[in-house]
């Protein structure tokens, strides 16, 4: 098991640019869930991917997107990025429903 | 819409005391309830999580007990220790949704333990 690794760990961006931020799941896990944690709230469910197909999504807009590779990474991408854009993204893999383990997350500052 | 809450921002307590958090949800829908603990600079890391079918479940000092009459849940850490020191959510989720198993959080609660 090598865990949940996100990169980049911090990011700076501005209003109106596109972002791809990285997760590396942990090994044989098919399932991967995006959430976005603003400050001093709870992670918000951004989107679910299991076996490199969209399987749910919160309430988010189209501009966030993603993608999940047959080696078990994944992409979220955001276009045209707002302030309120700016949280800590989180990553989790999961083979169960208490199977989640989260990554430490990549803090996205939008100027 | 808030589907899972956690009144208390933060709590504060002695070493060696309990601490409760509490959680409250809404939709009858959830049946799987969950706690994480999160330090800063980390992500969530799991605690313990229990069924709608049980009404309690203990893993050393970390008791999860849940009322779904009253749509309530909370855990329970006795004794408390410093390293307890961290905020905690309480998630839920619902097997019957379409979208997978997508966890809806309360806001958090910040648990300070006192030496």
């Known amino acids: 098991e090598t865990g949940v690794t996100q990169s980049p760990t911090h990011l700076i961006k501005t209003r109106g640019q596109q972002v791809t931020l990285r997760c590396s799941s942990q090994s044989g896990h098919n399932t991967v869930s995006w959430y976005q944690q603003a400050l001093g709230q709870g992670p918000q469910f951004i989107f679910q991917?299991?076996?490199?197909?969209?399987?749910g999504r919160g309430n988010f807009p189209p501009r966030f997107s993603g993608l999940q590779f047959p080696n078990y990474s994944s992409e979220l991408n955001v276009n045209a990025l707002e302030l309120d854009d700016s949280a800590l993204y989180l990553c989790a893999s999961s083979l169960s429903r208490d199977g989640y383990t989260f990554g430490s997350g990549t803090r996205l500052t939008v100027v | 819409d808030q589907q899972v809450k956690q009144n208390s921002p933060s709590l504060s307590v002695q070493e060696g005391r309990i601490s409760i958090l509490n959680c409250d949800y809404t939709n009858s829908m959830f049946d799987y309830f969950l706690w994480y603990k999160k330090y800063p600079a980390e992500g969530p890391t799991f605690l313990i999580s229990?069924?709608?079918?049980?009404d309690k479940n203990e893993d050393g000092r970390f008791t999860v007990f849940l009322n779904k009459s009253a749509k309530h849940l909370s855990l329970h850490i006795v004794p408390s220790q410093p390293g307890d020191s961290a905020v905690y959510f309480c998630a839920a989720s619902a097997m019957r949704e379409t979208s997978g198993s997508r966890l809806t959080f309360g806001e958090g609660t910040q648990l300070t333990v006192n030496p």
């Open positions: 991917y299991y076996r490199e197909e969209e399987n």
């Open positions: 229990i069924s709608s079918i049980k």
